[in-house]
């Protein structure tokens, strides 16, 4: 198990620079097969997610070469084998290969996906946009076969602007025969940015980035270089870690306005912010800090994702914040930790109430997944004496090098093996 240490109260300043979108990268790895050439992506973060990813794609003989930061992908010579559940248990995203081998193959074989335990997590929209294409779904033991003599272009409305499921129907959709619609599409950059990838080898994608996607089908897609924009999740942790104990902390590679919903609340907190085309300077974490109320809401609303970071920050505010959970049910795990470190929190159906301001101090706490991880590196960061997160590994699925990161800006930090 990875563990990580952390001697916390001490000031950050410096610079830190964003990796590649996480999110977009784990759609962008199986969205590549669809291309009967080769496609090159680069600025692809280091983080186990990707390897698990690779990982798949050499079970299905697609050549792969990595270098830094860039992938270079040929699936000229795969074959389209049933994914084990070995291999998709290890992340959500591996659902993204149901669509692309649709798509390619008219032919699917593969387990449920895993991922972090932050809901129910179902992939109803996802096959009932497939079923919607022409193609057939069974499951028999979690596994799940989809297959189609031919796909044909259709209108899909989602129930729920699903990511996954917009971006699993653009992947099966891409090569169908006519033209599909998807309306009340999810709206997220990861979206454009595999749509815009998609685009470049020949897709005919308009619309992505609205609510209603269109998609002319194509029969061949041919090579390209494409790459993956800055990770607004890890820009938006960044940036809360400066708030909490930053001085002039630089987050550099950023796109504003990705993030602008958390950057309006960190203004009505009272803190100081330099925002400028390509970064985020925290100038200082004021004293005392005004309490606010969050909603998470699809994109451009509060990101989920963010929402356990930026509980942490809402300890330090004066007075009583609300956090709204309306993306995710399970995703508050990281409360008793927080508690645990001396915050004050409540949770009741959906909703936190955070009574702060309150001192933390260093103690054991766990990950219990990706988010609620980087909330506990936040917590680590800012209380007094030493912090010990154990089954750090969800943090390594979604942040490149943290612990070097933060080291740069002057954190004491280390992770070790136990
Ligand atoms: C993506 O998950 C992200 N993951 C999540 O990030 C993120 O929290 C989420 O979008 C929302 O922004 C990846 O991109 C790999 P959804 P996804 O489908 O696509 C329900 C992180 O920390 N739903 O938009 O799985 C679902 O239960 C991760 O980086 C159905 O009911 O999310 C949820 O309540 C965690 N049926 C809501 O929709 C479906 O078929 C939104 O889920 C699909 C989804």
């Known amino acids: 198990m990875k563990v990580i240490e952390i001697e916390g109260a001490r000031q950050l300043s410096g610079a830190i620079r964003i990796s590649g979108a996480k999110n ?43 270098s830094t930061e860039s992938l270079v ?14 291999y998709s248990k290890k992340l959500r995203a591996s659902y993204y290969f149901m669509g692309a081998l649709l798509g390619k193959f008219k032919k699917v074989v593969m387990h449920f996906p895993g991922g972090c335990s932050i809901g129910a997590r179902p992939i109803d929209l996802h096959l009932k946009g497939f079923e919607a294409l022409g193609a057939k779904v069974t499951n028999e033991k979690n596994k799940y076969t989809v297959e189609a003599k031919e796909l044909r272009g259709a209108n899909i409305y989602l129930d729920i602007a699903s990511v996954g499921a917009t971006i699993n129907i653009m992947l099966a959709a891409v090569k169908a025969k006519g033209t599909t619609i998807i309306d009340n599409a999810a709206k997220e950059p990861e979206i454009v940015n ?151 929190i409540t949770v009741k159906n959906q909703t936190a109430i955070v009574q702060g301001p309150t001192e933390l101090k260093g103690c054991e706490v766990v990950a219990t997944d990706l988010r609620a991880g980087a909330a506990m590196v936040a917590a680590g960061l800012l209380a007094e004496g030493k912090t010990t997160i154990t089954n750090a590994e969800h943090i390594l699925r979604g942040y490149e090098q943290i612990v070097e990161k933060l080291k740069s800006v002057g954190a004491k930090i280390v992770i070790k093996e136990i």
């Not at 199986?30 to 050439?37: F, G, V």
């Not at 997610?49 to 990982?55: E, I, M």
């Not at 992908?73 to 070995?86: C, D, F, T, W």
């Open 73 to 86: 992908i040929n699936p000229q010579n795969m074959k389209n084998v049933e994914i084990k559940e070995e």
């Open 194 to 344: 595999v749509a815009t990838f998609l685009n470049l080898m020949g897709a005919k994608i308009t619309g992505a980035g609205t609510s209603t996607i269109k998609i002319e089908g194509v029969d061949r897609l041919g090579k390209c270089f494409h790459e993956v924009i800055p990770d607004r999740i890890e820009a938006g942790t960044y940036i809360i870690i400066g708030a909490l104990c930053g001085h002039n902390l630089k987050i550099d590679n950023v796109i504003p306005e990705h993030i602008d919903s958390l950057l309006s609340k960190l203004e009505e907190l009272g803190l100081h912010l330099e925002i400028g085309a390509d970064y985020v300077i925290v100038l200082d974490s004021p004293k005392e800090l005004k309490p606010t109320n969050i909603k998470t809401a699809v994109y451009p609303g509060f990101a989920t994702d963010l929402q356990q970071p930026f509980t942490v920050l809402l300890t330090r505010a004066n007075g009583k914040s609300k956090v709204e959970e309306t993306i995710w049910e399970n995703r508050f795990m990281h409360v008793p930790y927080l508690n645990k470190l001396g915050a004050n």
């Open 24 to 66: 977009a990268t784990v759609a962008l790895i199986p969205a590549a097969i669809l291309t009967d050439e080769e496609a090159t992506i680069c600025n692809v973060p280091e983080i186990t997610d990707t390897d698990a990813l690779c990982d798949i794609l050499k079970q299905l003989s697609v050549n792969v070469n990595r």
